[in-house]
C-alpha cells in the first residue's frame, strides 16, 4: 500500500497566488513525522518544514505552512505569495516511529510552475 | 555551518564497474542516511547508518553496499554497475533524537550515469 499520495502530478500557479500542495499519508504507528521538500533542477533536496504527529499546532516556516489534519491522514503544505523561484518539485515524506529510524518515504512529487 | 556534502557531484561508469560515493554530514549529525532517486522508481531509501552501524536497509539488491566511518562520513558502493542504477544519489544527516529531531538535510547528490 502505498504510505505517501501525492495525486497533483503538476500544477501551474500565477506568481503571488497562494498555493496548497496536497499530500495524503498511511500509517498505522501513533509517533511519526512528516515533512516537506523542494528540489529545484538543480536536485538538491531543500528541507522547508517539519510537522510531528504529537504536535498540536500546524508547523509554519515563512511563507510555508503545514495544514495538518489528523484523522484525514492529512498534510498539505501551503505557500502563500508564490514567487517566481518557488517553480520546482516539491515532495511529502514520512517518517515512522520517530526514534530510531531515520527512513524516509516519499511521496512520487508535484511539479509546480509559477507563472508571471 | 557547512551543510551536507557528497562528492563527486557527477560520475559517468561503464556496465560491470563499481563505484564509491562519499557523503559528509552535518557537524554534529551522527547518522547518514542513502536515497537513489530514478524518474520511474522515484526516491527510495537505500541504507542508514549511525555510529557505524547500518541500522535501516532498503529494499536493494547486495551490490549496493555502504559504511560508515567514526567522524560519521558515508561512502556507498555498488559493485558490477548495471544500466538501470543511472539515478541521483542523494544523502541525508540528521541528529540523535531528541532536541531539533525535525532535522533531516539533505547533500546536492551525486548522478551517476552508467553507460
Known amino acids: 500500500a502505498q504510505k505517501i499520495t501525492q495525486t497533483q502530478p503538476g500544477m501551474f500557479v500565477q506568481e503571488k497566488e497562494a498555493v496548497t500542495l496536497d499530500c495524503t499519508y498511511d500509517?498505522?504507528?501513533?509517533?511519526?513525522?512528516l515533512f516537506w521538500y523542494k528540489q529545484p533542477s538543480s536536485g538538491e533536496m531543500i528541507f522547508l518544514i517539519y510537522?510531528?504527529?504529537?504536535?498540536?499546532q500546524n508547523a509554519t516556516e515563512g511563507r510555508y505552512s503545514l495544514n495538518f489534519q489528523k484523522a484525514r491522514k492529512s498534510a498539505n503544505l501551503v505557500i502563500s505569495a508564490s514567487q517566481l523561484g518557488d517553480s520546482a518539485m516539491y515532495f511529502c515524506a514520512m517518517r515512522e516511529a520517530n526514534f530510531g529510524n531515520e527512513k524516509l518515504t516519499f511521496g512520487t512529487g508535484t511539479r509546480l510552475t509559477i507563472i508571471p | 555551518k557547512a551543510g551536507v556534502t557528497q562528492t563527486p557531484r557527477y560520475l559517468i561508469k561503464t556496465r560491470g564497474q563499481q563505484v564509491t560515493l562519499s557523503c559528509s554530514p552535518i557537524s554534529g549529525h551522527r547518522s547518514v542516511s542513502w536515497y537513489q532517486q530514478t524518474p520511474g522508481q522515484g526516491l527510495q531509501f537505500l541504507f542508514e547508518?549511525?555510529?557505524?552501524?547500518?541500522?535501516n536497509k532498503g529494499n536493494f539488491p547486495g551490490r549496493f553496499s555502504g559504511r560508515q566511518f567514526s567522524n560519521s562520513r558515508s561512502e556507498m558502493n555498488v559493485s558490477t554497475l548495471e544500466l538501470g542504477d543511472s539515478a541521483l544519489y542523494l544523502c541525508?544527516?540528521?541528529?540523535?533524537?531528541?532536541?531539533?529531531?525535525?532535522?533531516?538535510?539533505f547533500g546536492p547528490g551525486t548522478r551517476l550515469t552508467v553507460l
Open positions: 510537522q510531528g504527529s504529537y504536535d498540536q
Open positions: 547508518y549511525f555510529s557505524e552501524t547500518q541500522r
Open positions: 500509517t498505522s504507528d501513533p509517533s511519526y513525522g
Open positions: 541525508a544527516s540528521s541528529r540523535l533524537p531528541g532536541q531539533n529531531y525535525n532535522e533531516q538535510f
